[in-house]
């Protein structure tokens, strides 16, 4: 976005001035001239933002702003590499001093020239900022006709017919239900979702069902949209309730206040049981400018609304004590058949399209309005013509972008981008950058985002956690999908929707965040002018060099999937010395990259996954290094000057190595004054291999994540003493020099208060004193412990637990978690507790728990008592355990699935079903009477199966 680029630049100029750098005459006032017009310039493209991004011409001048921006920070960051270059020492040093001071004046009179002929350009663009500031005051006076033409044709759906639709009466049914039943109080009930997942039809068909037209006394719907007004929608809303009891508006109510609106309305519903739709609510705002005038009275009342927005949606239902239903995508199934609908008027498909729709219908991922419209460009083409369905298949992103019959697809999918503020939209299309279906994680768009400059700083808060703040506000506006979760709630990964991919690519090449190389370059391939970000997928056979990229202009360079062992010297043989990025995870390379040595201003490197051993001495180069990810390379040692890298926030040298039950960890060796590395907030793995280190430690303020390897005994002190002067740590792991090494904790007398998640992988003579005190921690993993006492009994009142993972932790034979503890707990996993017998549950225990995993305790001999209390226990698990358990589950099964199970105990799923285990072997699954009722439950998510 070129608000963001000139914000980026701004923040350049300022201290850019405060140095005093001497330019040649006049060269000063021309750089105050550039910040004047740049500060005038970004109001102006705030305002902007808010028009129709149709308007060519105004794209043209937001091109020219951007492009300007650029070149002023290009011509800055090579000025400011040249001064901050190091002569060295002696005679040597002085001619080289010498000659850099030659250098450093034809420089200074290069960049006032350029900066002259910017200032040129920037007189031409204002020209035309005076136009369009003229252009958008007509259009301000006019009203937003695009607005209103939008949601003329989001009416569409309120007329659909129900037989129009495909997989509509579950989810009727179960909104229904949510609707008429429950208690008297008034409820807000939320359809959450994406756009284009039919939302306001599902609400229609709702609002429009005999029963619940039955239930309520008086109904209204109201269309709210981006861009209402509160006295218009008031209006609106009380023309409706007059309209039911067949009166009029009173005519003082046109000139009302929205408060007097309010009013009214409320004293018209205070006694009734109503139902009020309100469709397509934006904001928590918006909604907080209606609720008001909604009575909560004690009559059953309810209020629908329809959002994108997943935070409105929990609000609303946190207040009212309502209800949330989060839109699910067609299954493909019913997938299939609407898009036969559409496409072939109900008939079959014809056997030579088959595949091909399928690949097209697939990128849909269940979207009713993509499926409808794509189906509809699809009915117009020759079903002899297979090349023609084929173009669609390869180039839908191009259809979407020009086919007129996509224009309504392209508009629902991009208003909630339109909504975005520029920070977030910035942030959003960098997304583009990840190849189609690619996971994205979410602690790496945080650090990619920072590095980039698209984090705006805000006082008591670091960059990191304000970028969070991003990556949270984009999933609930429902621009990103969850992928998958950790136990302890966070978001283990991401993903977007494929046709939404499409149209981020698409606003990424027109915004210039980033150009995607993904098939080899041909005479027709389109390239920007300018390439700032470049992602390189599967291939580098993609690039050519000096051919589509300007390596001086360079700035983020990514690789995905890449097989070839990339060489950067011969891809850009002129060099990119301006990159701020560098992200090659997962490719074979063996060798750090010694190009990488004349990156000044390189913030983000990434190595993962792959096959490089050292680190050499030169990276102390890299000065405004802030994240060095090595995480499963085979690094086990750092040179000394890494500690020159004082901007360094992210460490990571660590790799598993995965065994049948659990996994050794290799870190690196620790460095003896590592505690000059203040800016660090993560440090992960290092080794204890000096005590001078472990003191160390104790500087390192900002750390939210510490992980230190091979302590030993008597390390534990130091360490403890260090860990008390981090405050910010959010996660510890500690892990010993092996499984027989005690590791000692107990002089630890003021944890960390924000502490969430530990690890300790160790023996101990006794469980720390201060976790019971640890009230933040969220998730609990303890390995090797071998205690003599019950470790539930001393971790139960943990008033945050969510996730406990016991392995090889006590030597006693029962275990027992007494009523109340475990308040919160959601999973717990016992693991090679070789002497264990019995596990007692008392009544009130473990309210919360939905999984309970046992694997390795060979000498249990019941399953755990009381498990019967347990009524949210969705999954329980036994692995690897002895034939006699079995035989307490069922002790009357003498059949060849219950014998196959006890022959290979560690591959079969219990379920507990009404007072009576039910055993499965998982090979006899897809065969016999059990194979219906398998289905049955598999389908219904009440039984989840696990292969070992």
Known sequence: MAETAVMFVLDKLTPFLANEVQLISGGREEVVYVRAELERMKVFLRIFDRLDETDEEVKVWVKQIRDVAHDIEDVLDEFSLLLAHNHGDGFYGFLHKLSCCIKNMKARYRIGYEIQGINSRIRSIYEGHIRLRQKFRAAEQAGSSSTNTWNDRRGDALLLDETDLVGIDGPKEKVAQLLVGGGLGRQVVSLAGMGGLGKTTLAKQV?????????????????????????????????????????SVPKAVETMSSDGLKKIIKDFLQERRYLIVLDDVWHINDWDGVKYALPTNNCGSRVMLTTRNADLAFTSRIESE??????????????????????FHGNACPPHLEEICRCILKKCEG???????????????????????????????????????????????????????????????????????????????????????????????????????????????????????????????????????????????????AAIAKERINQNAIWPDRIRRLSVH????????????????????????????PCLHSLFPSGFKLLGALDMRGTPITKFPIEVVNLYYLKYLSLRNTKVKTIP?????????????????????????????????????????????????????SLENIGVLQSLQKLCFIEANHVGTLQELGK????????????????????CSSIEHLKNLRALSIMSTDENEIIDLQHLYHPPQFLQR????????????????????????????????DPLVFLQNLPNLVHLELLQVYDGDTLCSMAGGFKKLKQLGLDKFDELRFVEIQEGAMPCIEKLSIQRCKSLEKVPLGIEHLSELKVLEFFDMPHKLLKTICPDEEGEDYWRVACIPEVYSTYWRGGGWEVYSLESFSEGENAPMLSTLINSGELQTRWK
């Open 207 to 247: 609002y429009d069902d005999r029963q619940v037209k039955k239930h309520f006394t008086i109904h209204a719907w109201i269309t709210v949209s981006r861009n209402f007004q509160t006295e218009e929608l008031l209006r609106d809303m009380l023309q409706q309730l007059f309209r039911a009891i067949r009166k």
């Open 322 to 343: 309502g209800q949330v239903y989060n839109m699910q995508p067609l299954p493909p199934e019913e997938s299939w058949i609407l898009f036969c609908t559409k496409t």
């Open 367 to 513: 979207l009713p309005l993509a499926i409808v419209a794509i189906g509809g460009v699809l009915a117009a083409k020759d079903r002899r013509r297979i090349d023609e369905w084929e173009i669609v298949r390869r180039s839908l992103g191009a259809e979407i972008e020009g086919n007129d019959k996509l224009k309504n697809l392209k508009k629902v999918l991009s208003l909630s981008f339109n909504d975005l503020p520029c920070h977030l939209k910035a942030c959003f299309l960098y997304l583009s950058i990840f190849p189609e279906d690619h996971l994205i994680e979410p602690m790496r768009l945080v650090r990619l985002w920072t590095a980039e400059g698209f984090v705006e700083a805000k006082e008591g808060k670091t960059l990191e956690e304000v970028a969070g703040e991003y990556f949270s506000d984009l999933l609930n506006r429902s621009l990103m999908q969850v992928a998958g979760t950790r136990s302890d709630g966070r978001v283990m990964a991401c993903r977007i929707h494929d046709l939404l991919r499409e149209i981020i690519i698409s606003k990424s090449r027109e915004h210039n965040i």
């Open 538 to 565: 599967n291939t580098l056979q993609n690039i050519q060099p000096n051919r589509c990229v300007n390596p001086c202009q360079l700035r983020s360079l990514f690789m995905f999937g890449i097989v070839e062992k």
């Open 617 to 669: 001495r030169f990276i102390g180069k890299l000065q405004n290094l802030e994240t060095l990810d090595l995480k499963h390379a085979y690094v086990t040692e750092l040179p000394a000057e890494i500690l020159n890298l004082k901007k360094l926030r992210h460490l990571m040298v660590y790799r598993y190595e995965y065994e049948s039950y659990t996994n050794s960890k290799y870190g690196f060796k």
């Open 700 to 719: 390192l303020t900002q750390l939210r994540r510490l992980g230190v390897l091979k302590l030993r005994k008597q390390d534990g002190k130091t360490l």
């Open 758 to 789: 530990f690890y300790l992988v160790g023996r101990l003579e006794s469980l720390p004193h201060w976790i019971a005190y640890a009230h933040s921690l969220v998730k609990v993993y303890l390995r090797w412990s071998r205690l003599k006492e």
